[in-house]
């Protein structure tokens, strides 16, 4: 909204002009109103939760001292990261307001779920094929918005790009990306989306577990968009060209800034957890990034951890159904590990590791296509 106000007066509003500018202002404004409303929303949700989200009855034990933390506190999240969006986003931009819509379309699932778990007692909450179904219609209509407004060569949007690959330019004869139609990169687009956004919901069972792994990837997505969005680094790196998407780097540094003023809450001992309301929202958002950016696979790469999370709950559950046995003393894996013995902060730091060393991974793959 600000550089659409203020860009044509002149003087010190030429700022605005500056992408990396508006970026970091778009950071700090995130990190500013989680700080701000924090502590208020925390004590609201506290005083209308009563004893807070339910705890897992065959979870860790030490779990059961969190009873009565508050849940849903990826509203500040969300507020957040529409609040420094608004303010400092360009808001013509189209895959700009695609982002936004699944943001807050999962932020909404997610709150009925939340909802449903305070009010009833349980750790239900909405039935799984509900909540998928809702997931999946909102990802495939992002997807066909995405389509019609990126305003990119259709061979971009239709192709897969496959990491530590070597692509040329597209007017060179030799380039060759591997190309998947319409139909199914609306498919990929929607199994993306929502796989993203179950496996962060799948890693948010600690203090400080999920959110900083979240900001990592988003931090390298802020990369990759600026680098796609921008003509001349997309084509001296051999990337898909989609100058419209480099708005969406924008989005990655709120992400950022929300995740850090989070945190301030969510450190050990957590004042509030994010619940499906975050994790589903930031989740999703990752995921449409990575669709928009046409980096699907480096996302399973620098968000390794999610899908490592999220593939010890498929390993587990599949496991029982075939043989009647668990690989693992609880899933996901982040309970298998305090079950063995590990500290909860142990658990944390050494997943936040994990994290750092997949994202690197997963950014050196952009010099190497």
């Not at 819509?101 to 449903?116: E, M, P, R, T």
């Not at 997505?221 to 680098?227: E, K, N, P, R, S």
């Not at 997949?358 to 952009?366: E, H, P």
Request: contains cysteine.
């Amino acid at each position: 909204m600000l550089p659409l106000l203020l860009s044509d007066l002149g003087g010190a509003f030429r700022l605005l002009d500056s992408f990396t500018f508006r970026a970091g202002s778009a950071l700090m404004t995130a990190f500013a109103i989680c700080l701000i409303i924090g502590q208020p929303l925390i004590n609201w949700l506290k005083a209308r939760q009563g004893d807070g989200q339910p705890i897992r009855n065959d979870g860790p034990e030490t779990h059961f001292a969190k009873q009565g933390t508050p849940t849903m506190g990826g509203a500040m999240i969300l507020i957040s990261i529409f609040g420094a969006t608004v303010l400092w986003a360009n808001l013509d931009e189209p895959l700009l307001w695609i982002a936004l819509f699944v943001i807050g379309s999962y932020g909404l699932i997610g709150f009925a779920d939340d909802w449903l778990k305070v009010t009833s007692r349980t750790t239900g909450g909405l039935s799984a094929r509900l909540r998928l179904f809702l997931e999946a219609v909102v990802a495939i209509e992002a997807a066909i918005l995405f389509i019609q407004f990126a305003d990119a060569d259709p061979v971009f949007i239709q192709s897969l790009y496959l990491p530590f690959f070597e692509y040329n330019t597209p007017s060179d004869p030799s380039w060759n990306p591997l190309m998947i139609g319409a139909a199914a990169s609306v498919i990929l687009a929607m199994l993306v989306m929502v796989g993203s956004a179950n496996a962060v919901n799948m890693t948010d069972g600690l203090d400080g577990l999920a959110i900083v792994p979240v900001m990592i990837t988003a931090a390298s997505f802020a990369l990759i968009a600026y680098l796609v969005g921008t003509p001349n680094y997309a084509q001296e790196l051999a990337l898909p060209e989609i100058s419209r998407a480099r708005e969406l780097a924008l989005i990655c540094a709120t992400m950022v800034g929300a995740g850090l003023g989070f945190l301030w809450f969510n450190a050990p001992p957590a004042k509030i957890f994010m619940g499906d309301t975050g994790s589903l929202s930031i989740g999703a958002g990752l995921g449409v990034i990575a669709v928009m950016t046409r980096h699907e696979i480096v996302l399973g790469i620098i968000g390794g951890l999610f899908v490592l999370e999220a593939l010890s709950v498929i390993i587990q559950v599949g496991s029982f159904k075939l043989t009647g046995r668990r690989v693992f003393r609880m899933a996901p894996v982040h309970h298998h590990f305090e079950k063995m013995g590990w500290a909860e902060s142990t658990v944390v730091v050494r997943f936040w590791i994990i994290s750092v060393v997949l994202a690197l991974i997963g950014l050196s793959s952009l010099k190497l296509q």
